[in-house]
């Protein structure tokens, strides 16, 4: 994003940000999008949690939604703020208090 000036962030997060009142079929397709996102990370943190890698005090689909749901607000902050500090806080959090 640095590259780019923080002028571009993620397509789902952009279409949804900007159509997903405009129309169902647009947002029922996003909102597809981020559960298939959400469902893969799930495997990850899973993984992880049975890997003793990742804190398993909180479940893996609510760890997986809160990484998908942040990363995008991250990557829009991003773009307000035109610096990745919203990025450096996500990776803060998601490798330092979530990770054992």
Same mark, same amino acid.
């Given at each position: 994003?640095? !590259?780019?000036?923080y002028a571009? *962030?993620c397509l789902? %997060?952009n279409?949804? &940000?900007?159509l997903s009142?405009?129309?169902?079929?647009v947002c029922d397709r996003?909102?597809?999008v981020?559960?298939g996102? @959400?469902?893969?990370v799930?495997?990850?943190?899973?993984d *992880?949690?049975? &890997? *003793?890698e990742?804190? @398993?005090?909180?479940?893996?689909a609510?760890? &997986? %939604?809160?990484?998908?749901?942040?990363? !995008? %607000?991250a990557?829009?902050r &991003?773009?307000?703020?035109?610096? %990745? @500090?919203?990025?450096?806080?996500f990776e803060?959090v998601?490798f330092?208090?979530?990770?054992?």
């Amino acid at each position: 994003m640095a !590259e780019r000036d923080y002028a571009r *962030g993620c397509l789902i %997060g952009n279409l949804s &940000a900007e159509l997903s009142d405009q129309s169902r079929v647009v947002c029922d397709r996003l909102s597809s999008v981020f559960a298939g996102w @959400t469902r893969a990370v799930q495997c990850c943190v899973r993984d *992880g949690q049975r &890997a *003793g890698e990742i804190r @398993t005090d909180i479940d893996s689909a609510v760890l &997986a %939604g809160f990484l998908v749901s942040a990363w !995008e %607000g991250a990557v829009l902050r &991003a773009r307000v703020d035109k610096d %990745g @500090t919203a990025l450096v806080q996500f990776e803060e959090v998601a490798f330092h208090v979530i990770a054992n």
